[in-house]
């Protein structure tokens, strides 16, 4: 719906956006995810790894959570795919969830091999790709008025 040229959020509880409130944690255990994996290549302490490991597991959960919630809204109003930056929003940040499986999958090995070297990569991969989507998304709610309360 579209009311006072603002573009609302599908997906919301008691008038507030569910995508915009589910992005941060993915975001954070992603970074995370890459700080401890530094941590581990530098000191070859098994505690590391296993931190990221989990961060991946907890930021691919939320991650799904959020992408559902902004698949929603993506899909439940036109005027939100109209908007510029949608597309590669969407698309980037399924690039950057589907990663994250991938390295929380690679991240089940047992130790040095978890994280040296696929873990890292993908875990830097995986972050470089979020200040694009989050600019991305940024612009619609900032630019576009996408899922801005009255």
Known sequence: MQQD???YSTAQIAGHPIHPMLVPIPIACFI????????????????????SAWLLL?????????????L?????NRLVR??????PHL????????LA???????TRDGWTSVWPTGLILSVITVLILPVTGWLGWAMVY???VGVAR
């Open 82 to 87: 109209a908007q510029p930056p949608a597309w």
């Open 72 to 76: 929603t809204d993506f899909l439940g």
């Open 101 to 107: 499986i991938i390295n929380a999958l690679i991240h």
């Open 5 to 7: 040229g603002r573009v």
């Open 32 to 51: 995370g995810a890459l700080l401890t994996d530094i941590a581990y290549v530098v000191s070859a302490e098994i505690m590391w790894a296993n931190f």
């Open 91 to 98: 698309l980037g940040n399924v690039v950057a969830l589907v």
């Open 58 to 70: 907890v930021g691919v959960i939320f991650g799904v959570l959020a992408a559902i919630a902004g």
């Open 143 to 145: 630019r576009h008025g």
